[in-house]
T-cell receptor
Framework: GAVVSQHPSRVICKSGTSVKIECRSL??????MFWYRQFPKQSLMLMAT?????????EQGVEKDKFLINHASLTLSTLTVTSAHPEDSSFYIC?????????????FGEGSWLTVV | AQKITQTQPGMFVQEKEAVTLDCTYD???????LFWYKQPSSGEMIFLIY??????QNATEGRYSLNFQKARKSANLVISASQLGDSAMYFC???????????FGTGTSLTVIP
């Protein structure tokens, strides 16, 4: 079964509002989680690396004030899209690194579709 | 059960040789798509190739081809004429029409040896 869970899988929000997406590691502790956004050519752009207990590391060009990432516990990272605009509509996916018994394996969530209307 | 299984955590291939990265999938949907991504050290996920469940021909994109065996539920990636720049993690993924979510495998680390 899934070892990384994302919620919600689909969300529609009004322009100007904020929306939160959760990424949970279900049976391992993840000190590091990653957030991606999918673009029309199918590639997934790395937005940021989420580090438990410290600030996220954002990739160049990603607005940290718009895409707030919080990694408050070893099993949960959240991505909040603030003041959402229609151009933020996209598919967002997270992954988490299990550095324990599974030997530094990365697991992906199933993704979240965001539609801003 | 895992939706996507990649059984090779690490692979080595000699430069200019071909290599096959294995991927098997599990779905009860009739309509689905299979993807391969390359992840270099920069972290981004570069889309390589796509195969639709109804496509009769195996997908090809340059040096990449997908060996699609529907009855076996396998979608192996074949890289021909390997180059040093092919060294990276490779992820197999599936998107079912139902739900439209992505399911990724755990990846295969490919190292191309000069």
């Amino acid at each position: 079964g899934a070892v990384v869970s994302q919620h919600p899988s689909r969300v529609i929000c009004k322009s100007g509002t904020s929306v939160k997406i959760e990424c949970r590691s279900l049976d391992f502790q993840a000190t590091t989680m990653f957030w991606y956004r999918q673009f029309p050519k199918q590639s997934l752009m790395l937005m940021a690396t989420s580090n438990e207990g410290s600030k996220a590391t954002y990739e160049q060009g990603v607005e940290k004030d718009k895409f707030l990432i919080n990694h408050a516990s070893l099993t949960l990272s959240t991505l909040t899209v603030t003041s959402a605009h229609p151009e933020d509509s996209s598919f967002y996916i997270c992954s988490a690194r299990d550095q324990g018994a599974r030997g530094n394996t990365i697991y992906f969530g199933e993704g979240s579709w965001l539609t801003v209307v | 059960a895992q939706k996507i299984t990649q059984t090779q955590p690490g692979m080595f291939v000699q430069e200019k040789e071909a290599v096959t990265l294995d991927c098997t999938y599990d779905t009860s949907d009739q309509s689905y798509g299979l993807f391969w991504y390359k992840q270099p050290s920069s972290g981004e996920m570069i889309f390589l190739i796509y195969q639709g469940s109804y496509d009769e021909q195996n997908a090809t994109e340059g040096r990449y081809s997908l060996n699609f065996q529907k009855a076996r539920k396998s979608a192996n990636l074949v890289i021909s004429a390997s180059q040093l720049g092919d060294s990276a993690m490779y992820f197999c993924a599936m998107r079912e029409k139902t739900g439209n979510q992505f399911y990724f495998g755990t990846g295969t680390s490919l190292t191309v040896i000069p």
